[in-house]
């Protein structure tokens, strides 16, 4: 019987592919699961206060509020507009012709997060606050 098993194990690992001998395990998808970067968009966000959206940099990572409610969490910062670009002027509201204002950020979030800024927008001004 040991001589069986034997013979089996070296069968076995003699079959086994070669190269990287790491194991590798399926994770769930779950909300703490990483993103796959197919899945990542760029969604810009207009923050009701443009003073806050200044001290923003490329980089941070921000908690986006609408409300008491958090509709992202924790999502990078990849563009802060220009106050010129952004349609904000010196002071903290929004500059001629303006009508939205607030300031803009450009956000790497998935698809559905996306989604449910561009909703919240909607019916609430967003904030935010630095992780």
């Known amino acids: 019987m040991a001589a069986g098993l034997a013979v ?10 070669r190269g990287d001998t790491r194991v ?3 994770v769930p998808r779950t909300a ?10 760029r ?7 443009a003073a806050a959206v200044r001290l923003l940099r490329p980089g941070d990572r ?6 008491a409610r958090v509709v992202a969490r924790s999502a990078p910062v990849v ?3 220009d106050a010129a670009a952004a349609g904000v002027d010196a002071g903290s509201g929004p500059a001629d012709g303006d009508s939205g204002g607030g300031a803009l950020i450009v956000l790497a979030v998935p698809r559905p997060t996306a989604a449910a800024l561009s909703g919240a927008a909607v019916s ?6 630095l992780c």
Do not use: F, H, K, N
């Open 24 to 26: 590798v395990r399926a």
């Open 124 to 129: 609430s001004p967003l904030g935010v606050a």
């Open 8 to 17: 089996t194990a070296a069968a076995l690992a003699a079959a086994a592919p």
């Open 62 to 67: 921000v908690d986006v509020l609408a409300g």
């Open 43 to 49: 969604a810009p966000v207009r923050i009701a206060d």
């Open 32 to 41: 703490t699961a990483p993103v796959a970067a197919r899945d990542v968009v």
């Open 79 to 81: 563009g802060v507009p």
